[in-house]
C-alpha cells in the first residue's frame, strides 16, 4: 500500500494551493467546490486501490516474499489494512484542509491527538489479538479515528464551508491537472523508497524484512517529521506568490537552511544509539 499513499498526499498538496488563496480572502463559497471534488477525489481513489490489493493481494505476495512455515490469509489482511489505509488518505486531505486555514495551532493539538489515539488503538489491537490480523485491526482502528477527529476539526474551523455543495467540472479539472504531474513523480520515488523490501522478501524470509523495516523506520520518521514541517511553507508561498522575487528567495533561503539543520539534528543521534533503539 505504501506507494499509493500519493492518492492522498497528491490531493492534498492540490488542496492547499487550490484553497489558501480562496480562505485567505474568505472566499468561502468558491472554496467549498474545491474541498468536496478533493474528499470526492480521495474516496474514488481509495476504494479502487483498496478493490485491486485486496484481490491482488495474495498473488503479489507470492511472487514477493518466499514461503513460511506460518498460515497467512493475505486476502483478509490486504482488506483490513486498506480499510485503515484509505482512512489515512481522508486524513491527509482534511489535514491540508487545516493547513490551508493557516491556523498552524490546531493543526498541532489535533495531530497530537490522532497520534496519541492511532498508538492506543495499535497498541489495544496487538494486545488482544497478539498476530498480524491484531497489527492490521489495531492500525486501521486509529487510522479510522484520526479520520473522524479531524472531520470534526474541520467542521469547526471552517463551518461556513457545510453543508459541502456540488462541485463541478471546473473544480474537477483544477486539481486534477496538479495531481497528474505530481501523482507520478510521486509514485516513482515511492516504488523506489519500497524496492529494497520488495528485493528482500523474495530473498529471505519476512522476518528479515520486519528487522529491516524497524531500522529504515528509524529514518523514515525524521523524513516525515521534516515533511510536516515544511508543510506549513506550502500555503505561505501560496499566498506571498505575488511579493517580490527578491523577498520570496530571501525567505526560501531562510526556511531550507533551518529544515537541513533540523534534519541534521534528529538523525545525527540516531547514529550512536542505533543499536539501543533496535534491541529495544
Not at 21 to 48: R, T, Y
Request: net charge positive; hydrophobic share 55%; with cysteine.
Amino acid at each position: 500500500y505504501a506507494p499509493f499513499t500519493l492518492v492522498g498526499t497528491v490531493l492534498g498538496q492540490a488542496m492547499v494551493g487550490q484553497l489558501s488563496p480562496q480562505l485567505a480572502a474568505g472566499d468561502f463559497e468558491h472554496a467549498a467546490p474545491v474541498l468536496s471534488a478533493g474528499l470526492f477525489m480521495c474516496a474514488a481513489g481509495s476504494l479502487a486501490v483498496v478493490a485491486l490489493l485486496a484481490l491482488a493481494g495474495e498473488a503479489s505476495m507470492r511472487l514477493l516474499s518466499k514461503p513460511s512455515g506460518e498460515t497467512t490469509h493475505w486476502s483478509l489482511a490486504f482488506f483490513v489494512a486498506g480499510i485503515g489505509w484509505a482512512a489515512q488518505q481522508g486524513v491527509l486531505v482534511l489535514q491540508a484542509t487545516v493547513a490551508s486555514t493557516q491556523r498552524y495551532a490546531s493543526l498541532a493539538w489535533i495531530s497530537v491527538a490522532a497520534a496519541v489515539t492511532s498508538a492506543a488503538s495499535l497498541f489495544a489491537g496487538a494486545m488482544l489479538l497478539p498476530d498480524y490480523l491484531g497489527f492490521l485491526l489495531g492500525t486501521s482502528a486509529g487510522f479510522l479515528l484520526s479520520l473522524a477527529l479531524w472531520a470534526v476539526l474541520v467542521r469547526r474551523l471552517i463551518p461556513r464551508m457545510f453543508p459541502l455543495p456540488r462541485f463541478g467540472r471546473r473544480e474537477f479539472h483544477r486539481i486534477a491537472e496538479f495531481g497528474k504531474w505530481q501523482g507520478g513523480a510521486h509514485f516513482a520515488g515511492a516504488v523506489g523508497n519500497q524496492v529494497d523490501r520488495y528485493v528482500l522478501g523474495a530473498l529471505a524470509p519476512l522476518s528479515v524484512v520486519g528487522q529491516y523495516s524497524v531500522a529504515m523506520r528509524l529514518q523514515e520518521v525524521v523524513h516525515m517529521g521534516l515533511l510536516k514541517a515544511t508543510e506549513v511553507l506550502f500555503p505561505h508561498f501560496t499566498v506571498t506568490s505575488g511579493d517580490t522575487i527578491e523577498r520570496r528567495a530571501s525567505f526560501f533561503i531562510q526556511a531550507s537552511w533551518i529544515l537541513n539543520v533540523l534534519g541534521v539534528a534528529a538523525l545525527a543521534p540516531l547514529i550512536p544509539l542505533s543499536g539501543e533503539l533496535l534491541t529495544l
